[in-house]
Structures are given as structure tokens and as C-alpha cells.
């Protein structure tokens, strides 16, 4: 499977915007998903993610009840909803499959990244 992200772009504080991750392949449905974000001189690190079949999410504490992940398996595609922005939200922001939620949770064996799209919020 290869990713592709897009969405991302300048917003203010308070603001939304809703990253997308489109697969190719066939294989898109069997891949636990998820969303990462790095910001300037700072580790990668997880924000969301998302099992097989979209039925359980995980996420990060910090954007907890403010970004919301879901799939479209139909359509080979990823989202995250990102609202009540904040600058420190501010990075570029990475999809990725992985064989499973734990995986993603620890950054680990992650089998595909997307290149990453930026993200950028204002004050």
C-alpha cells in the first residue's frame, strides 16, 4: 500500500481542518491506521489511531475530544478531523499502516508512512 495525505494549510487558533489519507492497493482494509505529527526539533510522535475495521480509536491525550480519526474502507481512506486548533498543534503531520493499533501507539514497526503535509496554526 502507498499513502498520500493532503489537507493541511494555515489556520487560526480555534480554527478546523481535516487531513485525508488515501491508499492505493488492495490490501488498505487489513492495515490498522493512523496519524503522526512532528513538529520543529521534536521527536515524531502519535496523535491518533484507528483499527481495521474503524470500530475502536485511540489518540493522544493533548487532542483528546478535539480531533476525531475515521476511515472509509470503501474508499481507501483515512481522515482526521482536527477542531478547537491550537499552535501547538502546529507540525507536520505523517499517515501510516501498521498490522496493528499497538503498533501505531508505539511508533513501532510501522510498515508505510505517507508523506507528511503541514500543518500550521496561528495565535
Known amino acids: 500500500v502507498q499513502l498520500q495525505a493532503s489537507g493541511g494549510g494555515l489556520v487560526q487558533a480555534g480554527g478546523s481542518l481535516r487531513l485525508s489519507c488515501a491508499a492505493s492497493g488492495r490490501t488498505f482494509s487489513s492495515y490498522a491506521m493512523g496519524w503522526f505529527r512532528q513538529a520543529p526539533g521534536k521527536e515524531r510522535d502519535f496523535v491518533a489511531g484507528i483499527g481495521w475495521s474503524g470500530g475502536i480509536t485511540d489518540y493522544r491525550g493533548s487532542v483528546k475530544g478535539r480531533f476525531t480519526i475515521s476511515r472509509d474502507n470503501a474508499k481507501n481512506t483515512v481522515y482526521l478531523q482536527m477542531n478547537s486548533l491550537k499552535p501547538e498543534d502546529t507540525a507536520v503531520y505523517y499517515c501510516?499502516?501498521?498490522?496493528?493499533?499497538?503498533?501505531?501507539?508505539?511508533?513501532?514497526?510501522?510498515?508505510?508512512w505517507g508523506q507528511g503535509t503541514q500543518v500550521t496554526v496561528s495565535s
Open positions: 501510516a499502516a501498521a498490522r496493528s493499533r499497538a503498533q501505531l501507539r508505539v511508533g513501532a514497526e510501522i510498515d508505510v
